[in-house]
């Protein structure tokens, strides 16, 4: 039996497009193994948001290189956001590249297969095989027509296209028989669901289909653009009792100035009133955000704006990213990267040392209290999963608790987690 190896790096549309190319992978004969040197094919799902990202795509590539000179017959694939629309650049280039194919363009994946002799007409496709997990990613919507100054990717997945509603309702069914109990909906921009569907449904409408969905236990959703949040998805999260109370919603920076030169459309009070619209409508919630420090002509005072907002909406989880120019991008065009690297480096750092201080007291509210938890592993003795608000959770005790809702008594915290013990 052939065997595969799929290397995935950047966001979690990526994690789920490799989690299909798996199950596809499993339902055409291959194996998965657990590296590149047990392979007979090996898939590189990419990502080129960072220049750290993208270093690592090269380095793994040139990696590659050497190894099928050692194994002639490896079959290297590559997508992700690596691949941009100049294919034959790309093949100059990586010569060693059997095919590079876009960002979920799955039938591009078929065709080479198939240019292969390999027939895949009429398998059935099972995410469980190729995933232990009770947790499954569902794209809903590909591309992004925001097209942030500093962002790379409206230029590597194209504009917005949405899943017809009712298709997503009929793979979020097939998942739950497959024994799928968590979906999280994916999409550049989750929030712009639907407006290019002929009866533009939008996300509050497809939350409501899933909710009515038996035996699916949890809907979580990402990633939200601030300005596209209405008060009709709140209003679906606070009153669907399968939505999950948790919301991941990037800011970026807290300086109007850099938000108008970013292109984020909208501004700092804005952003401030919806969170606390949010944080009004469902007490329970949990709220990360994402932060990129750095950026062109930042200045000391317009950090310490951020700074400043960061302190008072005290986020669960900040995602924080230090600035790098990326070819193609209007940021890149415009302006000088006229930050240091040491001063990123200080900036990132002071938010780091301030969110762990925020996060270590939120997490300390768990203490002593009973939480559920939908387990998705073990790792080192411990079950681990998450709660409905996203927090980690590490518990001991209980029997077969894989893929369980379970209860947890909190007896320890940090950061970053949640530990204690099953009590149910």
């Given amino acids: 039996m052939p065997r595969y190896f799929i290397w995935t790096i950047g966001c979690q549309m990526n994690k789920a497009e490799s989690q299909w190319i798996a199950s596809y992978l499993d339902s055409i004969g291959y194996q998965a193994c657990a590296a590149f040197q047990e392979a007979n094919l090996v898939v590189l799902n990419t990502c080129v948001v960072r220049q750290s990202a993208e270093d690592k795509v090269l380095g793994t590539l040139g990696l590659l290189k050497g190894l099928?000179?050692?194994h002639p017959g490896l079959s290297l694939l590559v997508t992700g956001c690596f691949v941009d629309s100049?294919?034959?650049?790309?093949k100059r280039r990586f010569p060693h590249v059997d095919c590079f194919f876009k960002p979920g363009a799955y039938y591009e994946l078929i065709d080479w297969f198939q240019g292969q002799g390999i027939s895949t007409l009429g398998q059935e496709i099972n995410f469980s095989k190729s995933s232990p997990s009770p947790c499954a990613f569902v794209p809903i919507i590909q591309g992004c027509n925001n097209f942030c100054s500093y962002c790379i990717v409206p230029y590597r997945r194209g504009r917005e296209v949405s899943r017809p509603l009712e298709e997503i309702v009929c793979e979020v069914e097939a998942l739950v028989?497959?024994?799928?109990?968590?979906?999280?909906?994916?999409?550049?921009?989750v929030n712009s669901y639907g407006h290019d569907l002929p009866t533009n449904p939008d996300l509050a409408d497809l939350l409501t289909e899933l909710n009515s969905i038996?035996?699916?236990?949890?809907?979580?959703?990402?990633?939200?653009h601030p300005k596209d949040l209405s008060q009709k998805l709140i209003g679906a999260i606070a009153s669907l009792d399968k939505v999950c109370?948790?919301?991941?919603?990037p800011v970026q920076s807290g300086d109007d100035d850099v938000l108008r030169a970013m292109k984020r459309g909208y501004s700092v009070e804005r952003y401030r009133k919806l969170v606390l619209a949010i944080r009004h409508c469902i007490p329970q919630l949990s709220l990360s955000t994402d932060i990129i420090v750095g950026f062109p002509g930042e200045t000391e005072e317009q950090f310490g704006h951020t700074f400043s907002l960061l302190e008072e909406m005290?986020?669960?989880?900040?995602?924080?990213?230090v600035y790098s120019p990326r070819p193609g991008t209007i940021a890149w065009r415009k302006y000088k990267d006229s930050v240091s690297l040491e001063v990123k480096k200080q900036r990132f750092n002071k938010i780091e040392r301030l969110q762990t201080n925020i996060a270590t007291e939120i997490n300390s509210i768990y203490q002593g209290k009973i939480v559920e938890v939908l387990v998705e592993g073990k790792k080192k003795g411990k079950w681990y999963g998450r709660t409905r608000n996203d927090k980690l959770v590490f518990s001991q005790g209980g029997n077969d608790c894989s893929g369980q809702l379970i209860e947890v008594k909190i007896e320890k915290f940090s950061?970053?987690?949640?530990?204690?013990k099953v009590v149910n």
């Avoid at 038996?214 to 939200?224: A, E, G, K, Q, Y």
């Avoid at 109370?245 to 919603?249: F, G, I, K, P, T």
């Avoid at 005290?314 to 990213?321: C, K, L, P």
């Fill in 177 to 189: 028989k497959q024994g799928i109990k968590e979906v999280t909906l994916l999409g550049q921009n």
């Fill in 415 to 420: 950061p970053w987690a949640l530990q204690g």
């Fill in 245 to 249: 109370e948790h919301v991941e919603l």
């Fill in 68 to 70: 099928k000179k050692e």
């Fill in 214 to 224: 038996d035996n699916i236990s949890r809907i979580r959703f990402l990633t939200n």
């Fill in 86 to 90: 100049n294919i034959e650049e790309l």
């Fill in 314 to 321: 005290r986020f669960d989880v900040v995602h924080v990213a």
